[in-house]
Structures are given as C-alpha cells and as structure tokens.
C-alpha cells in the first residue's frame, strides 16, 4: 500500500468510513513519512493505551512546545501542569487527589442531582415544536454538572467556559495562529479566577469541590497546579458529554431501528450509551509517545516515535465489535475505546454516560416522536467531532 494517511485529507470528511477501512484492513500499524504512526484496529490501540513505556508529556517537546508559542507562553506553561500530560508518579499525584471528585459517594449523589437538572432544563423547552438540542439541553446539562463538582457559581459559568474552551485547543496536532493567540489571551484569564476559587477554599469550609479538596491534600499542590488543572477539568467534562449528546442523538436519528429499540426497553439504555460512543467518539485521536520499543502484533515501534490512534476507526473494527456501522442498542461487551484506557482512562466516563442517559430516559419518556428538523451543523475542530447546532422537532 503506498497511500499514507493523512489528517488533512478531505475523505476524512466526504467518505471517513471508506479512508479509514481502507488503512484498517491492509495497513492497520501505519507508518507516515510525516512523523507518525496510526493505529487503526481496537486490540492494537488498547496494548498502546495500556502499556507502561508510552509518554504524554507532549509539553517536554520543543517543537510541540513551539507550535504553541514556545515554552514560557502561558497555555504551554499551563500544560506542563497538566494531569493529561504528566506521566509515572507525577500523574499519579494528580489523579489521586483529582480523583476523589469523582468518588462512589459523588457518583451516587448524582445519580439524584442529574435528572434534577434534566428535569428543568426540559421544563424550560416544555411544548416547544423545535428546538436546537446542542443550545438547549447538550452544553447547558454537562456545563451546570461540572460547574457544581469544580465550585463555579450560576453568575461566572458562561464566563469560564469562554475562557477554558481556547485552552483545550493546544491538544489539536496543528494549531492556527488565530487559535493560538486565543488560547494565550485565555489562559491567564482562566488561571487568575481559578485563584479566586482557591483562595475562597482556603477561607471557607471545606466541600467536595477540586479546589478545596486540593487545597487540603496531603500532597502540596501549587496554586498554579491546581489552576491549569481545573480549567483542564471544566474544559473536558463539558465538551466531551457535550458532544456525545449531539453526535448520539444523530446516531439514533440516522438509525431510527436503534432509537426504537431504546423506546421500547428503556432497560437498554445505560449500555447503549456507550454503544454511542463507539459508533461517534467524541474525541477522534489521541497520541502517546514511546519511551520504549513496542511490538505490536508482528510490527516493533521504536522508542521515541509518536503514535496515534484512530477512534472513529478503532470503534468500527470488525475483528471487535460484529456488524461494526449498525448501532446495536442491545450489544454486550462494548467497551468503548472512546474514553480512552489505561493510566489515563476518563475519571469522568460514569458521569458522563450517566448524563447522558439521563437525558435519553427522560426525552423519550416526554416525547413520543424526535426528528431531524434541519441539517446539523460542526465545529470546526481537529481532534473532535462537535455539533454547534442539531435541530430538533419534538412532539409529546
């Protein structure tokens, strides 16, 4: 096969299930001449994911650094302190404390809070004929969930959001130069009203939010740790369920079988959901470095190259998931890829799908028809699959 792969290639967008076959049935460890690797085949990505001698200390790259505007500019600063991008005993330190956020405790009063939240946003659409599900309910429902776990009041939710969006850009594989202004304005932005978080933790009683449970921690985390890693945080626990609520509702309305299925056995929803995230991940790549060679299958990676894995590819991979472009609301053992795995697994992945099968339950509960009232529109991102409009008519 002489084709390479390519991010820019316009079949990623006119015909993504054909581009990403073709690699996926005759070059699944594919290796480009423009510095990479790509994984197209789930058994594949899950040994890179979960082996021991891959990095994500992307920021330790002077080019990666660079691209971003070098290693003193502030969202390259900010990124070095990132749990995402921190490797060994260093991530280990921040998600020991990060994860008490997402406790059983935590997870269990959610499961009350969240249909809560469902319930009203719901109640405000009432009767509406149309709606655009991503203004009204997909960023709204994740926005107010991780504003709670953080400690962002009602009154500066927007704002943050504003401010924590041009930061999680810097992980795309080339950023622009708009957006790359956009994510340096940003960022001390972000980091001076995290500070304003953490000094009311200090003040105050403490809660389950990150600031106070930071604050607190055994370990002596700085104040700027705990900045970059809270807008870190908001950033990705909105934007991911965000976008599983807009890519899952089209999923289910381009395979009316599937959405029917959760009608009539609502039972079927909670795994369904991560059925969703197979079939549209979120998140369309994601890149570890090697520290050392890796074999895979009959192929060995040398250390210190790049590897990316394909999710929108991975989720479809015949050799794993049967029948892999039908959604099957009723399929066990998904597994979903989508959430990543290994030391950097999603802390969030139970909250998310909770959310999201909140929202499922009760939307098909209130109305008795959803349809397609207009075409979706996306943002125009690298590395993820974001609706900016999905518009609906509901009927009860």
Not at 140 to 165: A, N
Not at 177 to 197: F, G, Q, T
Not at 285 to 309: M, Q
Not at 328 to 345: E, I
Request: aromatic share 8%; charged share 25%.
């Amino acid at each position: 096969m002489t084709e390479y792969f390519d991010f820019t290639s316009p079949l990623l967008e006119t015909h993504r299930v054909e581009y990403y076959g073709n690699f996926q049935k005759n070059d699944p460890i594919h290796w480009t001449p423009y510095g990479y690797w790509v994984l197209f085949r789930y058994d594949d990505a899950h040994t890179l994911l979960r082996t021991p001698g891959v990095s994500s200390n992307f920021p330790a790259n002077p080019n990666w650094a660079a691209a971003r505007g070098g290693p003193s500019s502030p969202a390259v600063k900010s990124a070095h302190q990132w749990m995402l991008m921190q490797d060994g005993a260093a991530h280990r330190r921040l998600r020991g404390s990060v994860g008490k956020l997402f406790s059983p405790r935590m997870l269990e009063l959610m499961r009350t809070r969240i249909p809560q939240i469902v319930s009203g946003l719901l109640d405000e659409i009432g009767d509406a004929g149309e709606i655009d599900l991503m203004s009204s309910i997909a960023l709204p429902l994740p926005t107010t969930v991780v504003s709670e776990l953080l400690g962002v009041p009602e009154q500066d939710r927007e704002m943050f959001r504003s401010v924590t969006e041009p930061i999680g850009q810097l992980i795309d594989r080339v950023v622009s130069p708009e957006r790359l202004i956009a994510m340096n304005k940003a960022e001390p932005k972000a980091r001076a009203y995290v500070y304003r978080l953490i000094e009311k933790a200090r003040q105050g009683e403490p809660d389950n939010t990150l600031a106070s449970v930071m604050v607190r921690a055994d370990d002596d985390f700085t104040d700027d740790e705990i900045a970059a890693n809270t807008a870190l945080l908001y950033n990705a626990g909105y934007e991911t369920t965000s976008n599983l609520i807009g890519n899952g509702m089209l999923a289910l309305l381009q395979q009316p079988d599937a959405m029917r299925a959760l009608r009539d056995d609502p039972s079927l929803i909670p795994t369904g959901v991560e059925e969703l995230s197979r079939f549209y991940p979120s998140a369309r790549f994601v890149a570890r470095i090697l520290t050392e060679d890796l074999k895979i299958r009959e192929t060995v990676i040398p250390a210190g190259e790049c590897v990316f894995v394909a999710f929108d590819a991975v989720g479809r991979d015949p050799e794993r998931y049967p029948d892999p472009h039908r959604l099957d609301m009723a399929r066990t053992g998904v597994k979903s890829l989508a959430f990543s795995a290994g030391p950097h697994h999603c802390m969030g992945k139970a909250l998310g799908l909770l959310e999201v099968s909140s929202l499922l339950t009760e939307l098909f509960r209130r109305y008795r028809s959803i349809e397609l009232a207009g075409p979706p529109k996306y943002h125009g991102h690298f590395n993820l699959r974001a609706l900016t409009e999905l518009p609906l008519r509901l009927r009860k």
